[in-house]
């Protein structure tokens, strides 16, 4: 349900600093792993959200194929949504710096490896480009046409069988809500789940692919399913090499905003070594970061769950237009923030509440306040906020009152669509999580700043 995003900071390692903690083995045993018979494919893999994982024979492929894991790792279940969940702990003591998962090259599903393999498609990659998503094109080599389908296609015959058959078939996030969902979510949030079913519908260029046969270009829950398994378990490797990829294995560590003990590293061969950056004690989860803690309305869109150990979330104003004055002010999703736990808000909400107030009534000491930031003039800056502060907080209690109302309406409209149709929208529990997670952060704000309630 929630994998593996990119990894900040990853490093180019040396395999000989690991050699002593992991005995390497030779992955040619993955590649010359065959089975019996060629089973089509959909009596090979069910992707059918209702269907089973299969972790045992996923952990005895990764065994047999030269994955190596450190004394005390283990994969655990959880139940979430009704549906099942996994995610890596560790039952000893890992000092910090120390390999946890190994994963060699070979092992790992690689975009550059896919269009070595199948070549390139120039028409899709033009289609792509029109589109708005070249920067997509890796993605779309590795899951969506040149291997990912290109291996359900081949069935149990496909070396990679075991591990696909191991993921999830269930998943929350943007591309798998329905439109009404999108209805029931703030307008951000709503934008961002949108977005990433507007990628998948660019990303199912089928025609120019000459190796598909028509019952897989014509599957689109195939496709979506594909698209899920990339755009959450996948990652860019941070080792120079442009490279898109999956790590099998590796994308079992869960996210966590504020406490890591996983990230990943690479040696000059391209294998893959998860390894702690803390003291990890036993009986303790191992997880990694996705992305920015303080935007979980983008890990709801992207993975699909909600993050409740962010520190923070984004203000959620609004404009109908952002200026380039609002940007140099400091105006983006991850720097307009409300704290969860102590109620404060960013600096950059006050600046532009403020710039904004001033466009309305005052240019001339908008201009002023606008110059002193660019200048680094704190002193006037403050002076200019103090002189309006009764009416920028005005303005920030209109606006969480306003909101709260807004989330009031979301919430009624969900829970009305969980009542008449929960089997047609089964992501509705995890989206009103979601608004009550943003309400209670809105309520603390307000308590915090002092400001007149005027909504519940």
Known sequence: MKRLPSIAAAAVISSSEYISAFTLTSPSKFASCSRPRITPLYTAIDVDEEAS??????????????????????????????????SAMTTQDIPAGSPVVYIPNEMILSSNKAMEEFGRLEEAEEILRTNGYESDIRQYYLMLMLKILAELERGQDSPWFPYLNSLPRYYSNGSSMTPFCYTCVPPLVGSLCKEERARLNNLSVKWPVPFLSNNIKGDAKLWQWAYQVVYTRGFEANNGSGDFCIAPMADMFNHHGSETEIELAYDESGNCYAQTIIDVPANSPLRMSYGDPANPSFLLARYGFLDESSPASFCKILPSSVSEEMKNLGYAHNRMLFYKDTGDVSEEVWDILLYMALGETDQVTQQQFYQAHMAGDYATKQSIHEQYYPLTATKLGDHIDTFLDELNGLERKGEYGGKVAADDHPRLPLILRHNQFVRKIFLEVRCKQGLDQNSA
């Open 53 to 86: 994982r299969d972790i045992a024979s996923f952990e005895e492929w990764a065994s047999y194929g030269g994955i190596q894991k450190v004394d005390g790792f283990q994969l655990v279940s959880e139940e979430l949504d009704g549906f099942l969940d996994m």
